[in-house]
């Protein structure tokens, strides 16, 4: 068992870090102003105001630039302006992202139209087009915003290291249940106080105590297995509670680079938190069948795990996220 926690921690810690918790797409927004005209906002990665990823948004044939394009940079990203506008209107016709196929980025579209209602949806590589519709219906907004949980919880990686730790340091189904329902409902009230702007909290300093209540977790992994029980083995829904509050705010951040639609925010945040529940699940589930069959392989083969093995997916999962304290520290 630990031996297959150990490389899954080895994985996760040293094949992917540089995607920890980084939802950074591109991101397109048109706002209609009338039947032909649209406001332009597109917001591209950029290491400086000059240096930024080599990827536009290509309009319809005949789009005419109303307006000149202003810039700015700030967020390591390089933000432009303009008016567009589009005969026949927008409805039923694509926007293209040639470069996005050599690219390592999504795209994130968000269309307001003038009666107030919206279309969100997420461009991949494999597929580099947008195609705006006529009218939104709930069932696109459930679909979006699942996903896009989904998606999220899934490239979080601090946010996985934090749950996997859950799993190494709580003993007991019962108790695995109750500490994973915990986080649940403490990240489900921050997401919804962050996104309807009741709680205001800097996104940096977040995502610096996020990496940390890592370190603390994979500490008390550690503590436990010298015979020192800490407050997570012995409460682990207290704990899972208290960081799950912060971890919501990290969610929230995520939640904020798609944004809500005016006219369904419940029913939008309600699904990206359900889709956060679903990636995670998949996440819990992916595990827990690792372990199944890693047991049931060691024991067929007779085989047992050297003594120091249990330090190495604590000591893993602690070094990245004390990496991760410091590099986010650093740059706020």
């Known amino acids: 068992m630990l031996r297959l926690v150990s490389v899954l921690a080895l994985f996760v810690a040293f094949v992917t870090p540089a995607m920890a918790d980084d939802f950074r797409p591109a991101y397109l927004q048109l706002k209609q102003l009338d039947a032909t005209t649209y406001d332009v906002l597109w917001r591209v990665p950029a290491l400086d105001a000059t240096t930024t990823l080599r990827l536009q948004p290509v309009f319809p044939p005949g789009t005419q630039d109303l307006t000149e394009r202003t810039s700015s940079y700030a967020g390591n990203a390089a933000v432009l302006r303009w008016r567009i506008r589009v005969e026949g209107g927008m409805a039923g016709r694509a926007v293209e992202f040639p470069q996005l196929p050599g690219s390592r980025v999504d795209v994130l579209v968000r269309v307001e139209r003038a ?12 597929d580099p087009r947008f195609t705006v519709t006529s009218s939104p219906g709930r069932l696109e907004v459930v679909k979006t915003y699942t996903v896009l949980g989904i998606g999220h919880i899934l490239l979080g990686f601090d946010h996985l290291l934090f749950v996997l730790a859950l799993l190494l340091i709580v003993d007991g189904t019962r108790r695995l249940i109750v500490t994973i329902t915990a986080f649940t409902v403490a990240h489900s009230i921050t997401l919804a106080l962050a996104s309807l702007g009741v709680l205001h909290v800097p996104g940096p300093p977040v995502e610096a105590l996020i990496a940390l209540s890592i370190v603390f977790v994979a500490a008390e992994i550690v503590h436990g297995r010298q015979g ?15 960081f799950g509050l912060l971890h919501g705010l990290g969610f929230a951040s995520a939640l904020a680079e798609a944004g809500l639609p005016q006219n369904s925010i419940p029913l939008a945040l309600l699904f990206f938190n359900v889709g956060v529940e679903i990636g995670q699940l998949i996440f819990i589930a992916i595990v827990l069948l690792l372990l199944a069959a890693g047991t049931r392989a060691a024991a067929s083969m007779r085989l047992s795990s050297p003594a120091w093995l249990w330090r190495v997916p604590p000591y893993a999962i602690g070094g990245l996220a004390s990496y991760w304290v410091f590099e986010r520290v650093a740059g706020f």
Do not use: C, K
């Not at 919206?118 to 991949?124: D, F, H, K, T, Y």
């Open 115 to 126: 009666d107030g209602t919206e279309q969100l949806g997420r461009v991949l590589p494999v």
């Open 228 to 242: 020192r029980p800490g407050l997570t083995q012995r409460y682990p829904w207290i704990v899972s509670f208290a």
